[in-house]
Structures are given as C-alpha cells and as structure tokens.
C-alpha cells in the first residue's frame, strides 16, 4: 500500500503560503506471504516520511524566506535496513568513518532533513539569495520519492545585477556571481565552487551567454563505492553560447564547453541548434553535437588484498577516454488545425576506453598507483581480461571498452476529426549495435546507427468523446 497526503494553504496579501506532506508505504514481505519469501530482505516493510514546508513573502513579493523540515522512519528486516545502510546515497560501511557505523543487527532508521533559505526576487537591478540545507546519514525517502545522497549539509550564495533599460549597444544583459560548497556530517568538504556567469541581448536581439567555474580541491565520500574517502583534484571549465534573434523564421544558437583538472582530466563539448520556419504551418530543427572527454578517476573494482594504507582493499580506477557525437532531428508540419505530422530522430554514437588503471594509494589522497610500476605489472591477455601483478599476489580485470551506436525516431500523425475525438498513428524504430572496441566516434557513427539491428513498434491509438445533452 502506498499513500500520499500532501495540503497547502496560501494566505497574505503577497500569496506566502505553507503545507506538510505525509508519505507512507507498507509491505506485506512476511515469509508467510505469497510474495514475501526473498524479498523482506531487498525491501522494508514500513517507509514513513513527512514534513513541512512554507514560502513568506514580503513587499509585493520582492522578499521570499522559504525552507522546510523533514523527518523519515524505515523499519524491516536486518538484512533490509542492511542495504539501505550500504547503499550509494550513505555507504555506513566506510571504514574511515567515525560519526556513524554498520549495524547488522538494525531493524529501523531514522533521518530528518531541513532547508532554509532567503532571497530577493524583484527590484529593478540587484538580486540576492543564499540558502543551507542538510540531509542527516539516515535519512531515506527511496521509497516513495528519490534521494541521490544522504549525509550532506550544502550552502549558496549569489548575487546578480540586471539592466533592462536598452543602451545604445545592449537591450538588456544580467551579470551574478555564486559561491557554494557541501559537507558530509564529519565536516569533511566535499566540493566547492566559484561561478561567474553573464548574459547579454543585443539591441538586434542576438544574445550570448558566458560561464567561468572554478572549483578547487575537496574530498569525497563516495568515489570508493564504500571504501574511504579520497581526494578530488582542483578544476575549471567555462561556456559560450551566441544565438540570434528568436522571433525570426530562422533561428540558430551555437554553444562550446571546455574544462580540465589537475589530474589530467578534460572535457569538451560543441553543439548547435538550427530551427527554420519556412512557413506558418511548418518547422525544421536539427541540434548536432559533438562531446569528447577524459574522466581521470573512473571507478572499476573493489579487490581484497590490499595494503594498509587503504584498509586491506584495493581501491581500483583507470582514466577512460569518451566520445559522443549525435543529431536531434524533428519536423513539425501542420496540414491542417486538426491534421498534423510530428517526427523526430536521434542518430547517437558513443565510445569509451580505458587505461592506465592503478588503485587507491593512501586513504584521502587523490594519486593512484599505476599497474606497471612501482613493482607491479599488467598485460593484457586478450580474451577480455587484464593479468596484474604485485609481487605474489595477482588478479584480473575486466576489460570494458565499448562502442555503442542507437538510432530512436517517432512518427506520430495526429488527426482531430470531431472536438476532443483523435486518432493517433504512431511508427518507431528503435535501433542499437555494440563493439567492444573503444574507438573515438566521428560522423560516420551516425549513419552507421541507422543500418543498426533493431525493431519497429507501430501503434494506434483511438478516443471518442461522447456528447451529453
């Protein structure tokens, strides 16, 4: 059974309002059950999670403090409550933690949450806002909501200016600055940030937008899959975008980002978009793009065996080289008020490659140590596996590279022949082919995506509305 109750009531001249929200989700995953044998130990039985929440505004709504608390509560089997502990929104199984332990034996949890958070909204030039919120270790709402990572307490801030009187080179522009970071509950910080962005509209209406991120180093909690924290690199990246004036029959908007860190790791994207009217009754638009990057700290494996400066385990990543390049085509064309044709497709071609694995070399570091040196060895043995040595111990890996092409497309024909009575034709294709080569893609995987194998799916879909006297 699930339930969901959520109020909210406005109230004031300037339309603050406050609510709570209840959730609650009950199992029968008993033994005796018909489908419980098995899963009271993936599921829990009882997911209680509630809260509430408000926005006061003030001066006509220029002034907004808005913010929430919340509470959840899970009871279930050992085993159940187990994998809530272990999974990869807390990892309780870190063995560098000392503010919260593994408990097998537990058979409920308990986390709260809160937000708070104050803004200026309106006002002819300056806007501000700044905001804290935290997420305790237990907290856990999976059940019914979706949490990425418990054991969080994150902070922002930002300021921005605007001018929307036109100049005599700019109609409008904004130009904000942010700063934020995040911590785990044992006041280790996991990242921070420093962003400058600005936006501008010519008096032609072309615009451009422009991005600069600064992040230095920090440490994670959660990069070893459970094991201990380790050390990230600081980074930067930047975006530029330029489009023209979007009220014309032609409209285009080109967009690059680039970034690195002090690992070795980049990243690079290109992407365009070009919409054409032609006519009132139709629209053309295709958005091409092309990304390449380097992920300096991919996570591979967790292997026993190893050294005491990671905990008896070794912590195993590699860089991975990836490349994407894609096209979104769609068609809009409207015969008549009631009669239409919509198409879209999306040719997609990805790669990725590995190498130069190594594992984790102290706990809280950020440097690996590399197979094939300080005394270990690697080769590859060409039957998808990796042989490493370090002195007399030896294991494998798996070897993972991929080329991955899809070819996806809709054809929808949409024919309203009576007010709210519509037929609906729909066609797709859905296309997709492996290699386990890792070759950068180039163009050419666009039109290999559409020789693909893969299957066609037509459907029909009818509604009749019935007129009541």
């Given at each position: 059974g699930y339930g969901v109750l959520r109020m909210q009531q406005e109230f004031g001249a300037d339309a603050s309002t406050a609510g709570i929200i209840l959730t609650a989700v009950e199992r029968d995953v008993s033994t005796e059950s018909a489908v419980g044998d098995g899963l009271q130990y993936l599921l829990v039985r009882r997911a209680l999670t509630g809260g509430a929440d408000w926005n006061l505004r003030f001066n006509g709504g220029a002034y907004e403090i808005d913010g929430g608390l919340g509470f959840s509560y899970l009871q279930g089997h050992e085993r159940a409550i187990e994998r809530v502990q272990t999974s990869s929104a807390r990892y309780f199984q870190r063995p560098d933690v000392s503010y919260v332990s593994l408990d097998t034996t537990r058979t409920s949890l308990a986390g709260w949450v809160g937000r708070l958070g104050v803004e200026k909204a309106a006002g002819k030039h300056w806007l501000w806002g700044a905001e804290i919120n935290a997420e305790s270790p237990g907290f856990e709402i999976n059940d019914v909501g979706r949490l990425n990572a418990a054991d969080d307490v994150d902070a922002y801030a930002g300021i921005t200016y605007r001018e929307n009187t036109p100049g005599s080179v700019f109609q409008a522009y904004i130009v904000g600055a942010s700063v934020g970071g995040g911590w785990n509950f044992g006041r280790q910080r996991q990242y921070s940030f420093l962003d400058l962005e600005s936006t501008w509209t010519f008096r032609n209406f072309m615009g451009s937008y422009l991005s600069v991120d600064f992040s230095p180093r920090a440490q994670s909690d959660a990069l070893t899959r459970g094991g201990p924290s380790m050390g990230t690199p600081a980074s930067w990246s930047a975006i530029v975008s330029v489009n023209n004036n979007r009220q014309g029959r032609l409209y285009w908007q080109a967009m690059t980002f680039g970034g690195s860190n002090e690992n070795g790791g980049w990243a690079s994207e290109t992407t365009a978009e070009v919409t054409y009217r032609p006519g009132d009754r139709w629209e053309i638009g295709i958005t091409p793009g092309y990304y390449r990057t380097v992920d300096d700290r991919q996570y591979v494996t967790t292997i026993p065996g190893g050294r005491e400066e990671t905990y008896g385990n070794r912590y195993v990543f590699s860089f991975i080289e990836r490349s994407q390049v894609f096209a979104r085509t769609r068609l809009n064309l409207a015969l008549t008020p009631d009669f239409t044709l919509e198409?879209?497709?999306?040719?997609?071609?990805?790669?990725?490659?590995?190498?130069?694995?190594?594992?984790?070399?102290?706990?809280?570091?950020?440097?690996?140590?590399?197979?094939?040196?300080?005394?270990?060895?690697?080769?590859?043995?060409?039957?998808?596996?990796?042989?490493?040595?370090?002195?007399?111990?030896?294991?494998?890996?798996?070897?993972?590279?991929?080329?991955?092409?899809?070819?996806?497309?809709?054809?929808?024909?949409?024919?309203?022949?009576?007010?709210?009575?519509?037929?609906?034709?729909?066609?797709?294709?859905?296309?997709?082919g492996f290699e386990p080569h890792g070759d950068l893609v180039g163009v050419s995987g666009l039109w290999e995506s559409m020789s693909a194998e893969g299957e066609d799916f037509f459907a029909i879909k009818l509604s009749y509305w019935i007129p009541f006297l």
């Open positions: 198409l879209y497709a999306e040719p997609f071609a990805a790669s990725g490659r590995y190498y130069d694995f190594g594992e984790l070399l102290t706990a809280g570091g950020r440097d690996l140590r590399t197979y094939g040196t300080d005394g270990t060895t690697i080769v590859y043995e060409g039957n998808g596996s990796y042989a490493v040595t370090d002195g007399g111990d030896s294991f494998r890996l798996q070897r993972s590279d991929f080329n991955v092409v899809s070819f996806r497309s809709n054809l929808v024909l949409r024919w309203e022949w009576n007010p709210g009575s519509t037929l609906y034709l729909v066609w797709q294709q859905n296309r997709l």
